[in-house]
C-alpha cells in the first residue's frame, strides 16, 4: 500500500482546545507531525490521566495533537475519526468503543494514506498497523489468581461461589480479561461460576443491578465478584455496602485500572485487590509508534517497531507493545501505587 500522506483541508481553522475535541500544539516550535488521540470515553477517572500521559509525550516529541472521546458512542468515535482525517492527522492512535466494527475506520485511514495504532482494546478484523495495550489477560489471571488465595485462606480450601462482571459485550479487551479469569476458575473445579454478565457501557450502575439481583437469588451467597474494570467494581461494592457485605472479609472484590476510589477501597478494607495498569507507559508508547508511523509514511509497521509480540486479529498479523500490570491490595499500596507516586499517601488513606 502507498502510504504517501495526502493531507485534507490543510487550511482549515483549527478550534481552540478543550476537553473534548481539543488540538494541542507543541509548544515553542512547529509541530513536526500531527496525530490523533481518539479515546471511547472519559467517564472513567483513568482516561484524564491517559489524555494527559499522551499529550505531554507528544509535546515533548514536537507532535501536534487532535484529542476527542466517544461517550462510549459508536457513531459519535466514527464521526470524531473522520474529523481527525479531514483535520490532518499523520497517524491516529485509536480505542475502540466498538472492538467488533472499528476495522472500517482503519480501512478509511488507509485510503488517505493514514496509519492507525491500536490503544488498549485490540479491534478485529480489521487491517490494524499496530498495537500498544496491557497484557489483559494478565489482568484476569491477576484477580483470579488473588481470588484463589483469599478462599485459601478464608476456607482453607479452593471453594465458593463466584460471579463475573464483564464489561462491554463483546469487546475483545473484556472477553480477554475474563478468559484470563476463566483458565483459573477451570483449574479450580470447587469454583462455581453462578453467573457471567456482560454490561453496557461498562457501567457501573448496571454492575450494582446485576449484584443487587444475584445477591437476592443467592440469599447473599456470593464469595467472590470479579470486575473488568474499577467503575463496575464501585457498583458491585455499592450493592454489597446495602446488605451489609462491603468488606474483603466477607466478599472478594476484585476490579482494574486502580481508580483512587477503588484504592482507598482497598486501604478501608472494602475491596480486597484491583489491578493496576501503569498508564504512562501505555500512553507515552503510543505515542513513540505514531510519530514513527507518522514520520515514515513510506516504512512499513513491522521495520519501524520492535513488537514484544505479534497478534492476530483476525484480519491481519499486528505488531503488538505490552506494558506493564500489577496487582495491589492492602499489603503493597505502600510499596507500589504510591512509591511510584500515582497516588500520594494522603490521597489513599487520608489524613
Not at 200 to 213: F, I, L, Q, R, V
Not at 286 to 311: F, G, H, M, S, Y
Not at 328 to 339: E, F, V
Request: hydrophobic content about 45%; overall charge neutral.
Amino acid at each position: 500500500m502507498n502510504f504517501h500522506r495526502r493531507l485534507i483541508l490543510r487550511g482549515l481553522t483549527l478550534a481552540p482546545a478543550m476537553t473534548l475535541n481539543a488540538w494541542v500544539r507543541p509548544a515553542g516550535a512547529a509541530e513536526k507531525v500531527r496525530i490523533g488521540f481518539l479515546l471511547k470515553t472519559m467517564q472513567e477517572e483513568r482516561y484524564q490521566r491517559d489524555k494527559a500521559a499522551f499529550l505531554a509525550k507528544a509535546k515533548a516529541l514536537g507532535a501536534g495533537v487532535i484529542f476527542d472521546s466517544a461517550n462510549n458512542d459508536e457513531q459519535a468515535q466514527l464521526a470524531a475519526f473522520e474529523n481527525m482525517l479531514s483535520r490532518g492527522a499523520q497517524a491516529i492512535v485509536l480505542q475502540p468503543v466498538n472492538t467488533g466494527t472499528a476495522g472500517s475506520m482503519v480501512s478509511l485511514a488507509h485510503k488517505s494514506g493514514v496509519r492507525v495504532v491500536g490503544y488498549d482494546a485490540m479491534l478485529v478484523n480489521g487491517p490494524l498497523d499496530a498495537m500498544v495495550m496491557q497484557d489483559s489477560w494478565a489482568v484476569g489471571k491477576l484477580q483470579a489468581e488473588a481470588m484463589v488465595a483469599w478462599l485459601k485462606a478464608k476456607y482453607g480450601s479452593v471453594k465458593g461461589n463466584v460471579v463475573l462482571i464483564r464489561g462491554q459485550p463483546g469487546d475483545s479487551n473484556a472477553n480477554t480479561m475474563s478468559s484470563g479469569v476463566l483458565e483459573v476458575l477451570k483449574a479450580n473445579p470447587g469454583l462455581t461460576l453462578i453467573a457471567d454478565q456482560s454490561h453496557e457501557g461498562w457501567s457501573p450502575d448496571k454492575a450494582m443491578a446485576t449484584t443487587e439481583n444475584l445477591l437476592t437469588k443467592s440469599g447473599n451467597k456470593i464469595d467472590a465478584i470479579i470486575c473488568n474494570n474499577s467503575g463496575m467494581a464501585r457498583g458491585v461494592i455499592a450493592a454489597l455496602d446495602a446488605q451489609g457485605l462491603a468488606s474483603a472479609d466477607k466478599v472478594f472484590v476484585a476490579g482494574s485500572d486502580a481508580d483512587l476510589v477503588n484504592v482507598q477501597y482497598i486501604a478501608q478494607g472494602k475491596q480486597a485487590v484491583d489491578v493496576w495498569k501503569k498508564i504512562d507507559p501505555l500512553a507515552e508508547t503510543a505515542v513513540e509508534i505514531a510519530v514513527k508511523l507518522a514520520a515514515n509514511p513510506d516504512k512499513e509497521p513491522k521495520t519501524l517497531i520492535k513488537a514484544d509480540r505479534v497478534i492476530n486479529n483476525g484480519a491481519v498479523d499486528v505488531p503488538t507493545l505490552v506494558t506493564p500490570v500489577v496487582l495491589i491490595d492492602k499489603s503493597n499500596l505502600d510499596s507500589t501505587i504510591i512509591a511510584e507516586g500515582f497516588y500520594t499517601h494522603k490521597q489513599v488513606y487520608g489524613n
